[in-house]
């Protein structure tokens, strides 16, 4: 008898499962999440170029206070669209595409402290940016996936 | 010693293609495109480092980004987790670490 009411709630528990599961909506296009990427790319993008120009002179080094502030606006803008994504229930690949890239906004923020005196040169500058537009281009064409319903996941 | 980036990017495939397993010819294309990627980029660290314009620290850093690229694409382009495409670049990088070392001259990776 109790062989039985424990395969009849296994039996329950599967169906219940089954149908959360599918009642689970698929990852949505999030027009806003383009934006956001397009913004983040041209707003590193200005940084990158603007701060190599300045490199070797003193507001070229990292520990400005504009240039700290840089780096921590920018994590914050990405880490709240990570929050927002995940709390609208939007796609988990696009949320680890987003993780890499507050990954190399830390990088990059690295190079540049590590640079002294000589701040973000060109030599570390360009393939620094190479990184980062090619994340941003892999969240484009997620969301370009997304937006014609390809996406798994 | 200079790198051969064609075989690397060649090795670096290859190794990549079990950890890959079934799907790997849906992602061969892109695995190969950044395998590339990421042995060129070792070259131009390589070179950089002997005209001393980057520090090992900084080669260190530039080479993590460009793996976490590499990794951003194959996972967004072929519906693989962001997991599974790091974890196929670790394996393929830890098993030609000591050439790539030795042809760095550090230890980069």
């Known amino acids: 008898m109790v062989r039985g009411n424990l395969g009849?709630?296994?039996?329950?528990?599967?169906?219940?499962?089954?149908?959360?599961?599918?009642?689970?909506?698929?990852?949505?296009?999030?027009?806003?999440?383009?934006?956001?990427a397009a913004d983040w790319q041209t707003q590193i993008g200005a940084f990158i170029t603007d701060t190599e120009g300045k490199a070797g002179t003193p507001d070229g080094e990292y520990a400005t206070e504009t240039?700290?502030?840089?780096?921590?606006?920018?994590?914050?803008?990405?880490?709240?669209?990570?929050?927002?994504t995940k709390a609208a229930g939007g796609s988990a690949r696009a949320v680890e595409i987003m993780e890499l890239l507050s990954k190399d906004v830390e990088n990059l923020r690295k190079l540049h402290e590590a640079g002294g005196k000589a701040g973000l040169t060109t030599e570390v500058g360009e393939p620094a940016r190479a990184a980062i537009e090619?994340?941003?281009r892999a969240m484009n064409k997620l969301q370009s996936e997304l937006r014609s319903g390809n996406d798994n996941g | 010693m200079a790198l051969d980036v064609q075989k690397?990017?060649?090795?670096?495939?290859?190794?990549?293609?079990p950890i890959l397993g079934q799907r790997w010819d849906e992602v061969q294309q892109y695995a190969k495109e950044e395998a590339a990627k990421l042995a060129a980029v070792l070259a131009k660290i390589e070179l950089e480092k002997v005209r001393g314009l980057i520090t090992e620290q900084q080669a260190n850093i530039l080479f993590d980004m460009q793996k976490n690229a590499s990794t951003a694409v194959i996972a967004a382009v072929h519906g693989?987790?962001?997991?599974?495409?790091?974890?196929?670049?670790?394996?393929?990088?830890?098993?030609?670490?000591?050439?790539?070392?030795?042809?760095?001259?550090?230890?980069?990776?």
């Open chain 1, 8 to 36: 009849w709630r296994v039996a329950l528990f599967g169906v219940a499962a089954a149908v959360v599961l599918a009642a689970c909506p698929p990852p949505k296009y999030d027009p806003k999440l383009e934006v956001a």
């Open chain 1, 67 to 84: 240039n700290k502030k840089f780096y921590e606006d920018m994590q914050n803008k990405i880490g709240g669209q990570i929050a927002t």
């Open chain 1, 134 to 136: 090619t994340e941003i």
């Open chain 2, 8 to 17: 690397l990017a060649d090795d670096l495939a290859g190794k990549m293609k």
């Open chain 2, 80 to 109: 693989i987790g962001d997991m599974a495409a790091a974890q196929a670049f670790n394996v393929a990088l830890a098993e030609l670490k000591d050439p790539i070392n030795k042809a760095l001259g550090f230890e980069l990776l």
